[in-house]
Nanobody
């Protein structure tokens, strides 16, 4: 069982930046595919960004491409989501998710096995 703990959420004005972190409780973090998802009030959870085990391959939702960057530090068992040029429509609870192997990248809920508790991001206009 892997535990994921997100941090870094908060309130920011439109155009601002935040960096989310997700720490994983596993000694084999480098074997995990990681992803960030978000869920806005009244909406379904949606894919935001994904990264493969090495960090050499990434994928983004069209809505965040060019503004968000996913990265990972396998020595620190941590994955990050740098969010720039934030918009009010980015307001949501952001979740970190993980899967051990099986895919190069994971972009759907069903592909990921472990989930964090979520961190709130609120962007004011």
């Amino acid at each position: 069982q892997v535990q994921l703990v997100e941090s870094g959420g908060g309130l920011v004005q439109a155009g601002g930046s935040l960096r989310l972190s997700c720490a994983a409780s596993t000694r084999t973090f480098s074997s995990y595919v990681m992803g960030w998802f978000r869920q806005a009030p009244g909406k379904e959870r949606e894919f935001v960004a994904g990264i493969n085990w090495s960090g050499g391959s990434t994928r983004y939702a069209d809505s965040v491409k060019g503004r968000f960057t996913i990265s990972r530090d396998n020595a620190k068992n941590t994955v990050y989501l740098q969010m720039n040029s934030l918009k009010p429509e980015d307001t949501a609870v952001y979740y970190c998710a993980a899967r051990r192997g099986g895919y190069e990248l994971a972009t759907t809920d069903a592909q990921l096995h472990y989930w964090g508790q979520g961190t709130q991001v609120t962007v004011s206009s």
